[in-house]
């Protein structure tokens, strides 16, 4: 019988105490969900903040873009005005140039008739000193011919007389400078003699 009661108080012992250890762990196991909470909340408005740091980021990202296409247009615009302005003065380097060869083509065909002109004026005057086979055209060019004869004669004449005066001329010059040997030798020989 001792040992039944003892047995009793023991249970009815030990659910005191885990009562009393359920009374303290409640507190306990209450509080973390506060916790979890407090951290959901935190991580929610953590995500909500990167969201609309992303947000503006992305704001910022598209306004770039848009500048930086506001800027390639206004590029694209610019060099077509570059090209426009290119090909208007590539047109009027063609035209000068058309306009030049156009002159230089006028002064060519300018030049060849002035050649065809002379050419025509120079075979009338051989025509004109031919005369046509005339009696005193003939006589005058053989006139010519005789004086052009005569020219060449005489100079050949004058060259051999100039030639033979420098002959003459170097056969004195030696005769004499022989005399004077001669006489300066004779003359070296009696002071000798004297001396």
């Known amino acids: 019988m001792q040992s039944q009661e003892e047995t009793r108080i023991e249970q009815a012992a030990e659910e005191e105490g885990s009562a009393a250890a359920m009374s303290t762990q409640d507190p306990s196991t209450e509080t973390p969900p506060a916790k979890k909470v407090s951290k959901k909340k935190s991580s929610k408005k953590k995500a909500s903040k990167k969201k609309k740091a992303a947000k503006k980021k992305a ?15 206004s590029k694209k615009k610019t060099g077509k005005k570059k090209a426009s302005k290119k090909k208007a003065s590539k047109k009027k380097a063609s035209k000068k140039k058309t306009s030049k060869k156009k002159s230089t083509k006028k002064k060519s065909s300018k030049k060849k008739a002035g050649k065809k002109k002379r050419g025509k004026k120079k075979g009338r ?6 005369g046509g086979g005339s009696a005193p055209m003939n006589r005058l060019l053989a006139a010519v011919d005789e004086l052009r004869a005569a020219v060449k004669d005489l100079a050949a004449t004058e ?3 100039r030639r033979k005066t420098v002959d003459d001329f170097r056969e ?15 003359s070296l020989a009696r002071l000798r003699r004297k001396g």
């Open 59 to 73: 704001s910022k990202k598209k306004s770039g873009k848009k500048k930086a296409g506001k800027k390639k247009t």
């Open 125 to 130: 005057k051989k025509k004109r000193m031919s």
């Open 159 to 161: 060259v051999a007389h």
């Open 172 to 186: 004195t010059a030696r005769s004499k400078i022989a005399d004077l040997e001669t006489a300066a030798q004779s």
